[in-house]
T-cell receptor
Framework: LAKTTQPISMDSYEGQEVNITCSHN???????ITWYQQFPSQGPRFIIQ???TKVTNEVASLFIPADRKSSTLSLPRVSLSDTAVYYC??????????????FGSGTQLTVLP | GAVVSQHPSRVICKSGTSVKIECRSL??????MFWYRQFPKKSLMLMAT?????????EQGVEKDKFLINHASLTLSTLTVTSAHPEDSSFYIC?????????????FGEGSWLTVV
């Protein structure tokens, strides 16, 4: 079970790039790294997923070093609407169980004007 | 991305009654769905794994007779909170994965607020 560790909170200003790092020292060979965004009273929303190196989509980039023991979510030019909790999940689903996809505490990102 | 829908988004029920929350996969067939519970300002806690056509698998500490889960079709799972008490008030979220998708990504519903009075 790959436990994840993230900063509890981060503050940023509008227009800045934000990098949130997640540690997952016990990641297994078959594990993927997935990041979700959650607004209050809403279900988590998929942001990005990666296995190694760098992944980029229209909203974020995900950097994964060679040892895969950590990952960094990068949000370019954040806006007030990016204020949310960000979760890093590590694992996969085997035998139909989500037991490996355990949520950590998440990072509360607050974007200030 | 995949769409998972929950209904109702908010429900209020009286103590002692039962309430059902539905979770549907709208554009894919989900052989497995997952139910989470979340208290205010806390992280999500996995309650159970719902498997189509078979019994759900409950996490340790979750009362299976209280939180009844049924996964009768490939697109629908239901969570029934039986004999509800005020301490059952919480945000319930379901999720599902697309079979065969790389990374086994799970997609979440909008969540359902349950208030027991």
């Amino acid at each position: 079970l790959a436990k994840t560790t993230q900063p509890i909170s981060m503050d940023s200003y509008e227009g800045q790039e934000v990098n949130i790092t997640c540690s997952h020292n016990n990641i297994a060979t078959n594990d993927y790294i997935t990041w979700y965004q959650q607004f209050p009273s809403q279900g988590p929303r998929f942001i990005i997923q990666g296995y190694k190196t760098k992944v980029t989509n229209e909203v974020a980039s995900l950097f994964i070093p060679a040892d895969r023991k950590s990952s960094t979510l990068s949000l370019p030019r954040v806006s007030l609407s990016d204020t949310a909790v960000y979760y890093c999940l590590v694992g996969g689903i085997s035998s139909g169980s989500a037991r490996q996809l355990t949520f950590g505490s998440g990072t509360q990102l607050t974007v200030l004007p | 991305g995949a769409v998972v829908s929950q209904h109702p988004s908010r429900v209020i029920c009286k103590s002692g009654t039962s309430v059902k929350i539905e979770c549907r996969s709208l554009d894919f067939q989900a052989t497995t769905m997952f139910w989470y519970r979340q208290f205010p300002k806390k992280s999500l806690m996995l309650m159970a794994t719902s498997n189509e056509g078979s019994k759900a698998t409950y996490e340790q500490g979750v009362e299976k007779d209280k939180f009844l889960i049924n996964h009768a079709s490939l697109t629908l799972s239901t969570l029934t909170v039986t004999s509800a008490h005020p301490e059952d008030s919480s945000f319930y979220i379901c999720s599902a994965r697309i079979p065969g998708e790389a990374g086994n990504t799970i997609y979440f519903g909008e969540g359902s607020w349950l208030t027991v009075v």
